[in-house]
Every structure is written in structure tokens, then in C-alpha cells.
């Protein structure tokens, strides 16, 4: 029974993720920020180490596939939506972060370090206005670099001076950050949101608006499909040890508003040639739980294991009901999905069960699509928080494996800090290829067997992650620390490539200048002729770089990947404190590069940088 969900998903974000920010909608990189999503979306399963990179196979040479397939989630590259301030991975500076409100809040508080307290009114462009930024700019006209920074003897700017710090986003009376899961979903008043915000026409509030945002944050699919509903079904109800429900062992989160127990990231989709599907939404990537146990909206999902999850949907019906023999597939593949299988064949009734659940698609069997090998192999290989949003079997698949890791969505450009920055535009997605959170989104969609999205009904969503602030550290290094990095990260030329907002670069970097792995160079543009090898992925404004972006550094301190391929699982293994760097030197997955971090720095300065990025 070929059920494969190969429809599956679409971040990421990694948009995303698919929220994941866009990056051509895909990642961005350039410094050691570790945010998401492919677009919308992806992170490591449940309880996987997420510090871990095993599953590092060898996938580099994933084969082209029947583009008919069915979605799979979006790319922490293409799904820039996660970071649609960081929707891309890029890896090109230190890595640091943007100062979350200043002191730690009470872990538990709704009121969190510039994320759910109504601080400064955004005083920028409307969030629809041209659509150049995330949206609103959130706290003080300040949008540009603050001081003068340090200076030669003679006067004259050695190095750029520290971003400014607008302040906390404001964010309506919603809660975004909290200890209690039932409160960021706003005790159920989610769902009806929208349809109330519409029903009011011109009478509808911001608040409706924001309110109505959130709602698509949570649910929207965009008209995209993914897996078989039935496949789905099935394993979130009947394999608790191996899936769990709510796919929890994945690293999703469970809904308590479904009353079928989806996890959240998952909605109902559109249907493929008659076949009910699953898709997936912005808060498969970009939304989770932070080390300090709140759960935050903009979240990069490092534990989302997106991998396993569309590897399980797509072998799990044929090897559990004996129509494939584990010899037909990856040997990688087979060994990361065996726990299911194993689960599988020793619960009573199972292959009644499972063939009663599986009725519904047998006359759909035509038209699932298979992997190959390579392509298994390249899915078996991606860490939890990291993946390939555009490859098979989502519509639209770029022919070349690359791995990114999910971005954050706290705090993304807005419109009047890309013009102070003199920023080409939002620079979302690893590589930096997109220009706006709208492209990002209709992207998402056609990449996930979509026919786009308008601006008008992609409005709500763009206002939304305007308010969506910076959850602060809850234990914050010794301010002593933090103040002699704070000095340092000036002094040792940090902003140089991290001086834009929330300590983003604000332009593209040669893979040459910053000598992580350069395989993201060819996303979309696998001849390097600087035309996009699937246009149609692409909006007005963006296109191809062949390069890396600097991520956002703000809240790294919660954060658990770093550089743009998620290679590097915590500050100091990226300071190269205890360990030294390359350690893994396989491309694709290499943790080369950045090696500003590790060398010319005493033991003293990387504590005080490593103290700095995770106060901001």
C-alpha cells in the first residue's frame, strides 16, 4: 500500500519555516544565529538530542524525483517564513542576540522580555503598506544603528556601533510566551477568529486583525495538501512509544483544541485527487518549547524532527503491511523508522486494524508517488531542527540537497529599519532571497500545491508576526559578562556582519568570506547562472544570491543550532570552547567556517561574547 505521505507537509518555516523565514523564500546564515524554518517549519523529535548530529548520512546526492509528488514540508529555506526575518539559514557572523526587553522576566510570565508586553506602540509603516517588512516597526522611531562606535586615534569609524534595540513589539493583549500552553492558544478562542474579523468589515479593530493572524499562525494551510489524513489518523492514535500522540515524539506539540488530538502544525488541507489530506502550517516550525519550559509563537523548532516524520508517513504503510521488502529501501531509512515497525508488529490486531484504517485510500494508490533511495537516504540524514524544504516529494523540488535549519520569527525587519539599514529588502530565508513576508507565503503555497496567496488574505498573518517580540533569557549570565562582551562584539569587528537589526547582516555574503559549507550557493540555481531554476517560487523582488545571510542573533541563548546548516549545537561548541571545529567535514553538513568565533580570542572573550548573545 504505496499511502505514502508524500504529501506531506510543506515547511518550514524553515517560514520557515514553511513558517520558517523565506528564503527565495529560504534560510539564512551568515552567522552563528541556529533559528527556522525552512520556511514553516521543522525541528527534532520529541525527545532526540537535538545536540546531536547523528542521521548524518551521506544524502548529498539526492536524485531528482517525479515532481508530481505529494508536498512535504517546506524548507527552513524556502519556508522563511519561520524567520521571515530569519526564514533562511545563514551563517556569516558571530552569533548574538538582540536584546529581549533587557532583564530576565519571571520564566512564567505572559508578560515576557518584549514578547507578549505591550510595550512601545509600533510607530512604522501600516503592516500591509507595500508589504517590504515584516510589518509594523515595533517601539521607538530609532530604527537605525545607534552610537558611533569605536574609533581610530584620528577619529575616523573603525567599526560599525551596535544595532539599535527598538524595544518590545506590542502585542494586543495576546499572549505569545507562556509556561501554560492553554494561554498561548488564548484558552481556545482561536479558531472563529478570522471568520469574526471578516464578518466585521470596517468595523473590525486591529486587535481582530492581529487576533485573526494569530488564528493562521496556528491553522492556516493555504489551500496546500500533505499526508493522507487515514495514514495520519492511524499512527497518532495507535503507536504512543514511537510517534505519540500528537506526533510528540516528532517534536510537535499536542493540541488540546483538536478533538482528534492533531499536533499543532498540522490542519486539515486540501484534498488531492479526491484524497483527504493533512497540511502543514507555520507552527510546525516555528513554534515550541524553550529550555526554560515556555512555550513561544516564533519559536524555531529545533526539536522538530521533520525527517523521521516524512520518511515514517512515506514507508511505514508499505513495510507494516509486507507490500515492500526493507531490502527495496535505504538501509538509513529503514533503521530510523524500525521502532514504528517494530511497535506496529506487536500490537494486537494490527493488521486489521491498520487495513480497516487504510480503506479509504486504496483506490488512491495511483497516484502516491515513490522515493528513491537517494532521496530516502537524504531524509534519514537531517537532525532534528533542520531540512530541505524543496525537495520530493513537495510539487516542487530544486533538484539539489541542502540542509538548513529552522529560523525564528521574533522580531524581523520592519519596512522603516530596511530603509534605515539601507537593507535591498527583508532579506528573508537563509540565502536572503526574499524580499517580502508576502512572497514568502505565496511560495510556501505553490511549493505545497498551492496557487498562491493574495496580499489581502495574507494581511492578518503578516500584522501578526509584527507583534511577535523576543522572549528574555530567564537566567541571564553575570551582567559584568555581559558588559565586556557587549564591548567586545564592536571591538573584535562583530558588527561588521552583524549590525543590522536584531543583530542581522544586512547584505548577502560570499561563502568565500565566511568558509561555512557552501553547498546552499546552489538553491535554486543549481548551474549557478544566477537565474532561479523554479521561478515560480519566487516573488517581485526576490531572487537567487549564491550566498549566506548573517542571521538574527536575538534570544540565542534559547536557541539549539547554529550556523546555517544547523551543524554547530551551541555556543561554544561555535566558539570552539572544549572542542575544536571542523569536527564534521562531510559536505552538506559540515561544521567549517566561522571561524571568527574560535580563533584570535582569548579564553576571557569568548565567555564574554558567549555571556552577550545570550543576554540579547
Not at 182 to 193: A, F, P
Not at 293 to 306: I, K, M, Q
Not at 438 to 465: I, M, Q, R, T
Amino acid at each position: 500500500m504505496r499511502l505514502t505521505a508524500t504529501l506531506v507537509l510543506t515547511f518550514a518555516f524553515s517560514l520557515s519555516a514553511a513558517c520558517s523565514e523565506p528564503e527565495q523564500s529560504a534560510p539564512e546564515e551568515v552567522a552563528a544565529d541556529g533559528s527556522s524554518a525552512d520556511g514553516f517549519a521543522g525541528a527534532s523529535v520529541g525527545q532526540a538530542d537535538t545536540g546531536s548530529n547523528t542521521n548524518q548520512q551521506d544524502a548529498s546526492s539526492s536524485a531528482p524525483q517525479d515532481t508530481a509528488g505529494t508536498l512535504g514540508p517546506v524548507d527552513a529555506g524556502l519556508a522563511g517564513t519561520a524567520d521571515a526575518g530569519s526564514p533562511s539559514v545563514q551563517d556569516a557572523g558571530i552569533a548574538a542576540a538582540v536584546d529581549a526587553g533587557g532583564s530576565a522576566n519571571d520564566p512564567g510570565s505572559n508578560t515576557d522580555a518584549g514578547s507578549n508586553t505591550d510595550a512601545a506602540d509600533p510607530n512604522a509603516a501600516d503592516p500591509n503598506a507595500a508589504d517590504t517588512a515584516a510589518s509594523v516597526d515595533a517601539g521607538s522611531g530609532n530604527t537605525g544603528p545607534s552610537d558611533a562606535g569605536t574609533t581610530n586615534p584620528g577619529g575616523t569609524t573603525k567599526n560599525p556601533p551596535l544595532p539599535t534595540d527598538p524595544g518590545a513589539p506590542k502585542t494586543h493583549g495576546l499572549t505569545n510566551v507562556s509556561k501554560v500552553l492553554w494561554d498561548v492558544l488564548e484558552k481556545g478562542t482561536l479558531r472563529g477568529s478570522c471568520a469574526k474579523y471578516k464578518a466585521l468589515g470596517t468595523l473590525a479593530t486591529e486587535a481582530d486583525k492581529i487576533k485573526c493572524g494569530k488564528e493562521m499562525f496556528f491553522y492556516e494551510d493555504f489551500d496546500t495538501y500533505g499526508a493522507p489524513r487515514a495514514l495520519v489518523d492511524f499512527m497518532n492514535h495507535n503507536l504512543p512509544n514511537s510517534v505519540g500522540t500528537g506526533f510528540t515524539k516528532m517534536g510537535m506539540h499536542k493540541d488540546p483544541t483538536s478533538f482528534t488530538q492533531l499536533p499543532l502544525g498540522l490542519a486539515v488541507g486540501a484534498d488531492f485527487k479526491g484524497m483527504q489530506t493533512y497540511a502543514f502550517t507555520c507552527a510546525s516550525c516555528h513554534f515550541g518549547k524553550m529550555p526554560d519550559g515556555r512555550f513561544a509563537v516564533g519559536y524555531p523548532n529545533h526539536d522538530y524532527d521533520y525527517g523521521l516524520q516524512i520518511l515514517s508517513l512515506n514507508l511505514f504503510p508499505m513495510l507494516a503491511m509486507g507490500t515492500d521488502k526493507p531490502a527495496q529501501h535505504e538501509k538509513s531509512a529503514v533503521k530510523r523508522i524500525q521502532p514504528m515497525l517494530d511497535e506496529f508488529k506487536a500490537m494486537p490486531g494490527g493488521m486489521i486494524k491498520f487495513g480497516l484504517a487504510m480503506l479509504p485510500l486504496v483506490s488512491q494508490m495511483n497516484n502516491i508517488p515513490k522515493m528513491t533511495k537517494a532521496v530516502e537516504a537524504a531524509y534519514a540524514s537531517w537532525a532534528p531542527g533542520t531540512q530541505d524544504f524543496a525537495m520530493f516529494p513537495v510539487p516542487v523540488d530544486d533538484d539539489v540537497h541542502i540542509v538548513t535549519q529552522i529560523l525564528s520569527l521574533w522580531q524581523l525587519p520592519s519596512a522603516a529599519e530596511v530603509k534605515s539599514y539601507k537593507m535591498t529588502h527583508m532579506m528573508l530565508g537563509w540565502a536572503g532571497t526574499t524580499a517580502t513576508l508576502h512572497n514568502f507565503f505565496a511560495g510556501f503555497s505553490v511549493l505545497s500545491g498551492g496557487k498562491g496567496v493574495s496580499k489581502a488574505d495574507a494581511a492578518p498573518l503578516v500584522a501578526y508576526l509584527a507583534t511577535l517580540g523576543t522572549p528574555a533569557n530567564p537566567n541571564p549570565p553575570p551582567a559584568a559578562d555581559v558588559s565586556a562582551g557587549k564591548k567586545l562584539f564592536v571591538d573584535k569587528g562583530c558588527t561588521s556582519c552583524h549590525g543590522g537589526p536584531r543583530y542581522a547582516g544586512t547584505r548577502v555574503f560570499k561563502f568565500s568570506e565566511i568558509g561555512t559549507d557552501s553547498t546552499l550557493a546552489m538553491w535554486n540555481d543549481k548551474d549557478a547562472n544566477g537565474k532561479a531554476d523554479k521561478p515560480e517560487l519566487f516573488g517581485p523582488g526576490d531572487s537567487v544570491t549564491g550566498g549566506v545571510k548573517s542571521p538574527r542573533l536575538n534570544g540565542s541563548w534559547a536557541k539549539k543550532r547554529f550556523l546555517h546548516n544547523g551543524s554547530v549545537t551551541s555556543l561554544e561548541a561555535l566558539f570552539c570552547v572544549g572542542s575544536q571545529r571542523p569536527s564534521i567535514t562531510k559536505p552538506i553538513f559540515s561544521d567549517k567556517g566561522h571561524m571568527m568565533t574560535c580563533n584570535g580570542l582569548s579564553a576571557a572573550e569568548k565567555k564574554h561574547l558567549i555571556a552577550f548573545l545570550r543576554s540579547i
